[in-house]
């Protein structure tokens, strides 16, 4: 069964920086490209960002480029979202998710998300 | 960006009432769009891919059509599990953009 579980989540003061970390099980890691979509509260969905599954290929939101950075550690099967300089306008639940194959642009996995609060 | 635009963004129905869901993208997609729901709290879930293929597992009361640029959504008979919010999404192109979504309420 295929489970990706997020952390990382919590109150940040504008200005600052996060790592986000999704740990994934039941499927081959290192051949799927994965993805972080968000959901500020009460809104609606936003993609992120996405990865290959050799990182050769990464894609952004053009409004989150230069501030977030997507990773991934096959070896941990672990995807990371590195946070920075982040503004009242990030606090959203961060979810990550999948496709059922590399390059996949639908999701068919979804993690239960972790939320990232920015709040002075 | 390609825009996606869902219409209505809200709608109230009944217990085995026809719903349909409109999509539409501002240029071609060549039917590279998803169709997810949400219920609060949780994650979206998978219900179309390329336009029409039903996910594994989604009943098939759901149904997913359309081409080009304008792609629907129906449900043939509303059941109570169904009052979600739905969302389309196009991965035609990056950046991956999504429809602001319809909320399926009890009429």
């Known amino acids: 069964e295929v489970q990706l579980v997020e952390s990382g989540g919590g109150l940040v003061r504008p200005g600052g920086s996060l790592r986000l970390s999704c740990a994934a099980s039941?499927?081959?890691?290192?051949?799927?490209?994965m993805n972080w979509v968000r959901q500020a509260p009460g809104k609606g969905l936003e993609w992120v960002s996405s990865?290959?599954?050799?990182?050769?290929?990464?894609n952004y939101a053009d409004s989150l480029k230069g501030r977030f950075t997507i990773s991934r550690d096959n070896a941990k099967n672990s995807l990371y979202l590195h946070l920075n300089s982040l503004r009242v306008e990030d606090t959203a639940v961060y979810y990550c998710?999948?496709?059922?194959?590399?390059?996949?642009?639908?999701?068919?996995?979804w993690g239960q998300g972790t939320l990232v609060t920015v709040s002075s | 960006d390609i825009q996606m635009t869902q219409s209505p963004s809200s709608l109230s129905a009944s217990v085995g009432d026809r719903v349909t869901i409109t999509c539409r993208a501002s240029q071609g997609i060549s039917n590279s769009l998803a169709w997810y729901h949400q219920k609060p709290g949780k994650a979206p879930k998978l219900l179309f891919y390329?336009?029409?293929r039903l996910e594994s597992g989604v009943p098939s009361r759901f149904s997913g059509s359309g081409s080009g640029t304008d792609y629907t959504l129906t449900i043939s008979s509303l059941q109570p599990e169904d009052f979600a919010t739905y969302y389309c999404?196009?991965?035609?192109?990056?950046?991956?953009?999504f429809g602001q979504g319809t909320k399926v309420e009890i009429k």
């Open positions: 039941g499927f081959t890691f290192s051949t799927y490209s």
């Open positions: 390329a336009a029409s």
């Open positions: 999404q196009q991965y035609y192109n990056t950046p991956w953009t």
């Open positions: 990865i290959s599954g050799s990182s050769s290929y990464i």
């Open positions: 998710a999948s496709g059922p194959y590399d390059s996949s642009g639908y999701l068919t996995y």
